[in-house]
């Protein structure tokens, strides 16, 4: 079946048509497709809209709290992602998980963590745009699954997969961003931290206790308005 007639077919929003979504980048994935984090993760194990399903062992979508306030957006995932299935399990998680107790905040409670991109790239390349866009879908529908009040996006490719903003990371992390009916904040990626150990005043460490700390006081002042 081509895929303009999967097309043609899924625009008869006709429920059965759903699963002709994951097999062509041209598709469409509009809001509201998925009711759940569970069938949004089935597709994306089906899903042959780029080159990196021929490649992957799993499909990453994500973990945490699915109702959490808080949303970790990080690159694309890497070898023990790909093994696993989970997002920043592999030494950068470690460190995110280190630098989110550091000002309290709860994996499984305050924060649900996913990647802008589902599937490996091979050698752990930098996505290319086309891969972002074929899986910008998926993401959009985790933000309104999970509906959080701030997005932390980790790196540039973070930045760019979801705000269009194609700034150096260094240049716009720590501050705030209004999308929609979130607050999101560039932060450094916990691998860049890793590869810049210094925990000197300016350098990448430092920043990011900063950044860190300004987000547990925008999380507590959103808690305290909403009570």
């Known amino acids: 079946m081509s895929s303009e007639h999967q097309l043609s077919l899924f625009e008869d929003s006709c429920n059965e048509h759903k699963e002709l979504i994951p097999k062509d980048s041209k598709i469409p994935i509009p ?6 984090m569970t069938e949004l993760a089935r597709h994306c194990n089906q899903c042959h809209r780029c ?13 945490g709290n699915l109702k959490a306030p808080i949303m970790v957006i990080g690159e694309a995932p890497g070898q023990n992602e790909d093994e696993t299935g989970l997002p920043f399990v592999g030494r950068a998680g470690q460190l995110l998980e280190k630098i989110l107790a550091s000002v309290k905040l709860d994996i499984e409670k305050d ?6 991109i589902k599937c490996r790239p091979p050698q752990n390349r930098v996505p290319t745009n086309e891969e972002i866009e074929a899986c910008k879908p998926y993401l959009l529908e985790q933000i309104r699954l999970v509906a959080p009040k701030i ?15 194609k700034r150096g990371i260094t240049k716009i992390r720590g501050t705030w961003v209004e999308w929609q009916e979130c607050l999101c904040m560039p932060i450094f990626h916990p691998s860049y931290l890793l590869r810049n ?7 990448p460490k430092w920043l990011m206790w900063q950044d860190i700390r300004a987000v547990r006081a925008k999380y507590d002042e959103i808690c305290q308005s909403s009570s």
Do not use: F
């Not at 924060?111 to 802008?116: G, P, R």
């Open 151 to 165: 997005i932390l996006l980790t790196g540039a490719t973070a930045v760019k997969g979801l705000l269009g903003d």
């Open 51 to 63: 080159e990196l399903a021929n490649t992957r062992t799993h499909a990453v979508v994500g973990r």
């Open 197 to 203: 150990p210094s925990r000197e005043v300016g350098s």
């Open 111 to 116: 924060v649900y963590i996913c990647n802008v």
């Open 31 to 36: 809001a509201g497709t998925y009711a759940n």
